[in-house]
């Protein structure tokens, strides 16, 4: 079973940055490729960037892309969200989620392991 607990979420004003964290326990770290995902109130889960198992390879959402950084630690089984630039349209729940795929597809039924989720709340 694997367990996913993320941190780091709050309320910034535009322009800010927040850096998100999120820990994996139960498996062996190495084995899932890890994404991230965000959803606003009355809106669905979206795909927000993903880091492969090796981690050689990432990708992002268009929308942060050029703003948004995704890296891992394997020695504290950890994967980080850098966000920055922020603007009122990345107010969201961001959801640290984990696949045993090699990449990290960008639709959510490709997951099975979710974190309970942290609240990034962006000020005008």
């Known amino acids: 079973q694997v367990q996913l607990v993320e941190s780091g979420g709050g309320l910034v004003q535009a322009g800010g940055s927040l850096r998100l964290s999120c820990a994996q326990s139960g498996r062996t770290f190495t084995d899932y490729a890890m994404s991230w995902f965000r959803q606003a109130p009355g809106k669905e889960r979206t795909f927000v960037a993903t880091i492969s198992r090796s981690s050689a390879s990432t990708a992002y959402a268009d929308s942060v892309k050029g703003r948004f950084t995704i890296a891992r630690d394997n020695a504290k089984n950890t994967v980080y969200l850098q966000m920055n630039s922020l603007t009122p349209e990345d107010t969201a729940v961001y959801y640290c989620?984990?696949?045993?795929?090699?990449?990290?597809?960008?639709?959510?039924?490709?997951?099975?392991?979710w974190g309970q989720g942290t609240q990034v709340t962006v000020s005008s």
């Open positions: 989620a984990a696949t045993v795929r090699q990449m990290g597809p960008n639709y959510p039924t490709g997951y099975n392991y």
